[in-house]
């Protein structure tokens, strides 16, 4: 029988992780990070589809492609589009998939723009702050479900 998937998408500038502002995201590369999840997610019986888009709308595909697909549960690091994008926060309203947000910063400690989060409000739970781990924390989550 096939394994549960969980979908794992990525929004804008994440495929920089690594070289981008390490002080604040860390060292690590999405693909360490998709590594490190797919370790996990053995463990778990779980299967992991991950995906990165610079753009809004490749992110609301996949969101409906996750429903289609029945996936277990989506984590979703929108990046910036979390703050500003209400075309997501309904494409999560639109699904019945659960989706799980996640952030490796804690962007309710950042700027005061990044402290509105419409993944948020419709998101089933969140996790953030703690770098990398967030997302395994995350799968850990999507695998109770
Ligand atoms: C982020 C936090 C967002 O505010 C920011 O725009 C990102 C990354 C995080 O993972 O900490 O691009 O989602």
Redesign the pocket.
């Known amino acids: 029988m096939a394994k549960p998937v969980v979908y794992v998408l990525n ?4 495929n920089l992780l690594g070289l ?1 502002e390490p002080e ?2 860390g060292s690590d590369t999405l693909d360490d990070i998709a590594g490190m999840l797919e370790d996990r997610a053995r463990e778990l019986g779980l299967d992991i589809e991950m995906r990165q888009s610079n753009h809004e709308g490749h992110l609301v595909d996949w969101l409906h492609e996750a429903q289609a697909e029945e996936a277990k549960a989506v984590l979703l ?7 500003t994008s209400i075309a997501i926060l309904d494409a999560i309203k639109a699904i019945r998939t659960p989706v799980i947000e ?6 309710m400690t ?2 005061s723009f ?1 402290h509105v989060s419409y993944v948020g409000m419709g998101a089933v739970a969140e996790v ?2 703690l770098g990398a781990r ?1 997302y395994l924390v995350a799968l850990e989550k999507a695998a109770e479900l």
């Open positions: 929004g804008p500038n994440l981008r604040i995201y690091n929108a990046a910036a589009y979390t703050h996640v952030h490796l910063s804690d962007p950042r700027e990044r953030k702050g967030s």
